[in-house]
Nanobody
Framework: QVQLVESGGGLVQAGGSLRLSCTAS????????MGWFRQAPGKEREFVAA????????YYADSVTGRFTISRDNARNTVYLQMNSLKPEDTAVYYC????????????????????WGQGTQVTVSS
């Protein structure tokens, strides 16, 4: 069992930055690939970014490429999402998730790949 707790959300003006953190319980953090998803009001949950177990490979949605950076610190059981040049359309609840396994037919960009989810943190970007 893995428990995930997100933090770092808040209200920011367009063009600003935020850094989200997600800390996992337990001693098996480095066995999981990690992802960030978001869900805006009235919309489906969507993939934002993911990182493999070692941190050597990252994946991004087209909408955030060049603005967001995912990273992880396995010694601290924490994954981060640095968000720069924020836009009002980035407003959403952001969730982190942990995946024990992933394959080409079930990649990290798909939410069903993930085994554990956090409760989410609200990010609001004002125009």
């Amino acid at each position: 069992q893995v428990q995930l707790v997100e933090s770092g959300g808040g209200l920011v003006q367009a063009g600003g930055s935020l850094r989200l953190s997600c800390t996992a319980s337990g001693r098996t953090f480095n066995r999981y690939a990690m992802g960030w998803f978001r869900q805006a009001p009235g919309k489906e949950r969507e993939f934002v970014a993911a990182i493999n177990r070692s941190g050597g490979r990252t994946y991004y949605a087209d909408s955030v490429t060049g603005r967001f950076t995912i990273s992880r610190d396995n010694a601290r059981n924490t994954v981060y999402l640095q968000m720069n040049s924020l836009k009002p359309e980035d407003t959403a609840v952001y969730y982190c998730a942990a995946a024990a396994e992933y394959y080409s037919s079930q990649p990290l960009q798909t939410d069903r790949t993930y085994d554990y989810w956090g409760q989410g943190t609200q990010v609001t970007v004002s125009s």
